[in-house]
C-alpha cells in the first residue's frame, strides 16, 4: 500500500521581541497535545506559500504581509510521508489567537524546547535556539 503524501505549510510567527507564537494541537487530533508552529495541509490546487496564508488567516486570525521560507523537512511516518515547509512570518496584520480554541502562547525564541513539539518539528526547534 502506497503511503498517503501530506504538505505541510507552517509560520514561525516572529515578533519584535523574539517571541515566538504556537499553538497546541487538539487532543484528538494526530500527535494532540503537543506544540506547534501553525498551518496546515497544502490543497491540491495551491502553492506552500497560499497555503501558509490561507491556513494563518483560518487558524489564528492573521493576515501575514511578509515571510521568507526557513527549510523543508521530510518526515516519514508509519502512515504517511510528510512535507513540512517552514515559513519565518515577521510582519502582519491582527493579533493572533487560537480560532479554533486551541491553546496558544508566546515563547521567547531561545526557550523553545523541542521535546514538546512533534518529531519533524525538532529540526527546525533546535536550529531556532542555536
Known amino acids: 500500500m502506497e503511503k498517503k503524501h501530506l504538505h505541510i505549510a507552517a509560520g514561525i510567527i516572529r515578533n519584535t521581541q523574539h517571541e515566538i507564537f504556537i499553538t497546541q494541537r487538539h487532543a484528538d487530533a494526530h500527535m494532540g497535545g503537543v506544540w506547534e508552529f501553525p498551518g496546515g495541509k497544502v490543497e491540491q490546487e495551491e502553492t506552500p506559500e497560499q497555503a501558509l496564508i490561507r491556513e494563518l488567516q483560518e487558524e489564528i486570525g492573521i493576515t501575514v504581509i ?64 542555536a
Open 66 to 129: 511578509h515571510y521568507d521560507l526557513v527549510k523543508t523537512v521530510e518526515h516519514d511516518f508509519p502512515d504517511r510521508l510528510i512535507t513540512l515547509y517552514f515559513f519565518l512570518v515577521d510582519e502582519w496584520e491582527n493579533e493572533p489567537f487560537g480560532k479554533e480554541g486551541q491553546l496558544s502562547r508566546w515563547v521567547l525564541q531561545k526557550d523553545l524546547i523541542a521535546d514538546e513539539f512533534p518529531p519533524a518539528n525538532r529540526s527546525i526547534v533546535a536550529l531556532l535556539t
